[in-house]
């Protein structure tokens, strides 16, 4: 069975830190891993499909096989990246991490 | 706006009273998903819909079935709610596959008294 584990339960860091929320799964076959937002009083949004490559609001994930990860990160963090983080492969889902950037 | 539209936002039943939650979606998308997300945890897939074919994951209780009548409406019916369902309860759209990624609605918090 597929597994996604999100060891952190919340993260603060400051403005303008670097931010890195941890992602590790196990999955059988070729894995399909995603990144998803969810703003407060927001619905769930993707923020990055790892087959994409993409960054989207400053953020990227890349899929590390040999570690059976696909951390997010962001060089800088701003007040706005707020936020529960969701790690999901593609329907499973971690518990989630909890941004909180400071002033 | 394209979106996926739940219905009611907030919905209270009594211990074993039947409940019925509505997901509607403007997409025109294949693939509509049902998850259970409760306080602090992961949200868990029960089950979703191909088109009419209907997929039920392994573990997830008889109380819940599901109907999808049109490729824009999906419900969700709980037959005999009891407090252990009390939940946030998502609906999610994808193209074809969750591979496509999911469009998500905004949730119904269900509470059971």
């Known amino acids: 069975a597929q597994r996604v584990t999100q060891p952190e339960k919340l993260l603060s860091v400051f403005k303008g830190a670097p931010v890195e929320l941890k992602c590790n799964y196990s999955y059988s076959g070729s894995p399909e891993l995603f990144w998803y937002v969810q703003y407060s009083r927001q619905r769930l949004q993707l923020l990055l499909r790892h087959i994409s490559r993409e960054s989207i609001k400053g953020f990227t994930a890349d899929l590390n096989k040999g570690e059976t990860s696909f951390h997010l990160k962001k060089p800088f963090a701003q007040e706005e990246d707020s936020a529960m983080y969701y790690c999901?492969?593609?329907?499973?889902f971690g518990s989630g991490t909890k941004l909180n950037v400071k002033p | 706006d394209a979106m996926v539209i739940q219905n009611p936002r907030y919905q209270v039943t009594q211990f074993g009273k039947p409940v019925t939650l509505s997901c509607s979606q403007t997409l025109n998308h294949n693939v509509m998903y049902w998850y259970q997300q409760k306080s602090s945890q992961a949200p868990k897939l029960l089950f979703h819909y191909y088109d009419k074919d209907f997929n039920n994951e392994a573990d997830t209780p008889d109380n819940f079935q599901s109907r999808r009548p049109n490729t824009s409406f999906c419900f969700l019916d709980i037959r005999s709610p009891g407090l252990g369902d009390a939940a946030m309860y998502l609906c999610?759209?994808?193209?074809?596959?969750?591979?496509?990624?999911?469009?998500f609605g905004p949730g119904t918090r269900l509470t059971v008294l």
């Open positions: 999901a492969a593609p329907e499973t």
């Open positions: 999610a759209t994808s193209r074809d596959h969750a591979g496509d990624g999911q469009f």
